[in-house]
């Protein structure tokens, strides 16, 4: 087990420290293949020539421990998986779901129907497990087929929490879940997932959900082949997608990822980026102060305490140095209690003392802990634990927590486990019957050099675009 220590921040050089209407919605990119042309065939010829070579280092403090959508689990996997794959829609810059893999769909009056129609231009990145090792179109397969994973029972059920609401999903995953011997199991599809065309797919729901066009927009519905899916049954460690982005190379903390030249719709991408990840806070920072790193996505609230002033601006003392961008939307941070512990008294006193752990610098977000009356007055045990994470932002929760208790005698472990155990009290990811007892809604910025343009996050801390992006060099 691992004590809770304050935490350090190490920074170098230059850092201190509705209406029933049918709705029928097509992309811009127009009707130009007509239902029943043949399919287009993806050659290895890019389809744009880049005038010259951008290449943009990123740092995330988060580590990227997974490239398999189903298995990630923090804003920094989020945003590249959104990179490297793309789902049936995407948000476009005013947060309105707007058709990606999908050029076109409708809803029915009743809401309960969704009909989409696929890009004929739309493919895989090119991989040696394709047959002729060039990406092959997207299909409607590859969509059920991903649905079906989403139930799986060796996956995480993120994605199944977001899309019980397809009917039969719910049954479908419950089988996959509880019958553990396959050959016993009946179910063999998503009665509400069908597809009548090679180009179209159709989901069907059980009640209205207004939310469903934007759920199909988040990094858990992104759209992967059957032939990324390794054989026994792990999570995808050689990613392919359809997005603007491929990985080309891994190498140690660094992602290396390219501009898809065959993506289908054309944009102003940078033909590089890089993500330094997996580092402590500190050598992030050291790097970014030493050039090594053009900007820092999302940087942990300790960093920000140290380069912004009351206000949230960048503090004066930065101003030839760095850029601090707001970007205006939010990262949910969850604290989740174990019901199965019995220490009543650390649940009582995290409400009890809600006020204290509160209280942050307003430009830090803003965290909310339920009101409760009856609380526990005696504190039985020394210590409780939480289980482990290695987020700074989670990190800096905790610490504000261990720091409140410390005063009214009770100490905070970290667990050694990610896992929650009868031992854990507290967690800051999800598990079965949690009860969540804090949310922190902390701002994502962008942190950056004056010479790095074009890159932004917008509507969710996920939905990062780099169009235009650019590194002026001086």
Request: some cysteine; hydrophobic content about 35%; overall charge negative.
């Given at each position: 087990m691992k004590k809770l220590t304050p935490i350090l921040l190490f920074l170098t050089l230059l850092?201190?420290?509705?209406?029933?209407?049918?709705?029928?919605?097509?992309?811009?990119?127009?009707?130009?293949?007509?239902?029943?042309?043949?399919?287009?065939?993806?050659t290895t010829e890019p389809k744009k020539q880049t005038d010259s070579f951008r290449k943009i280092v990123i740092g995330e403090s988060g580590e990227i421990q997974t490239l398999d959508p189903l298995f990630a689990n923090s804003s920094s996997e989020l945003r590249v998986i959104g990179m490297i794959y793309d789902g049936l829609t995407k948000l476009d810059e005013n947060g309105n779901p707007i058709g990606s893999i999908a050029k076109k769909f409708s809803v029915t009056r009743d809401s309960l129907t969704y009909n989409f129609t696929l890009r004929?231009?739309?493919f895989f990145h090119n991989d040696s497990r394709f047959s002729s090792g060039i990406g092959r179109q997207v299909t409607p397969q590859d969509i059920m087929m991903n649905f079906r994973r989403m139930a799986a029972l060796e996956v995480p059920d993120n994605a199944a929490m977001m899309f019980g609401n397809i009917r039969g999903f719910n049954a479908f995953h419950s089988e996959q879940t509880n019958i553990k011997i396959p050959g016993n199991r009946v179910i063999n599809s998503i009665e509400g997932i069908s597809s009548d065309t090679d180009s179209t797919i159709t989901f069907r729901l059980t009640k209205k959900d207004p939310d469903f066009l934007n759920k199909l927009a988040h990094p858990l519905g992104s759209i992967y082949p059957r032939e990324s899916l390794p054989e026994n049954k792990l999570p995808i460690s050689r990613p392919v997608g359809s997005g603007e982005f491929y990985l080309a190379q891994r190498q140690d903390n660094t992602l290396i990822l390219a501009s898809f030249d065959n993506y289908y719709n054309e944009k102003d991408l940078p033909t590089r980026v890089d993500i330094i990840h997996g580092k402590k806070e500190g050598d992030i920072y050291q790097d970014f102060a030493k050039g090594n790193i053009d900007a820092i996505i999302e940087p942990a609230p300790n960093t920000l305490d140290q380069v912004a002033d009351s206000s949230g601006l960048l503090s004066p003392i930065f101003e030839k140095t760095f850029t601090l961008s707001n970007q205006y939307t939010f990262n949910t941070i969850n604290l989740y209690h174990?019901?199965?512990?019995?220490?009543?008294?650390?649940?009582?006193?995290?409400?009890?003392?809600?006020?204290?752990?509160?209280?942050?610098?307003p430009f830090l977000g803003n965290i909310i802990i339920p009101d409760s009356t009856g609380f526990e007055e005696t504190i039985?045990?020394?210590?409780?634990?939480?289980?482990?994470?290695?987020?700074?932002?989670?990190?800096?929760?905790?610490?504000k927590i261990a720091n409140t208790f410390s005063d009214e005698g009770l100490n905070v472990v970290l667990n050694s486990s990610y896992a929650v155990t009868?031992?854990?009290?507290?967690?800051?990811?999800?598990?079965?019957?949690?009860?969540?007892?804090?949310?922190?809604?902390?701002?994502?910025?962008?942190?950056?050099?004056?010479?790095?343009?074009g890159i932004s996050i917008t509507h969710k801390p996920w939905n990062i675009s780099f169009q235009g992006a650019i590194v002026n060099k001086k």
């Open positions: 850092i201190g420290c509705g209406k029933s209407t049918e709705v029928t919605i097509v992309d811009d990119s127009g009707d130009n293949i007509l239902p029943g042309e043949s399919t287009p065939i993806q004929d231009n739309t174990n019901s199965d512990n019995s220490i009543p008294e650390a649940l009582s006193l995290l409400k009890k003392k809600r006020s204290t752990i509160a209280s942050i610098k039985e045990r020394n210590s409780i634990q939480i289980a482990y994470t290695e987020n700074p932002a989670e990190v800096f929760l905790i610490d009868d031992e854990v009290t507290f967690s800051t990811r999800i598990f079965p019957d949690a009860e969540n007892v804090l949310t922190w809604n902390f701002p994502v910025y962008i942190l950056a050099k004056p010479t790095v343009s």
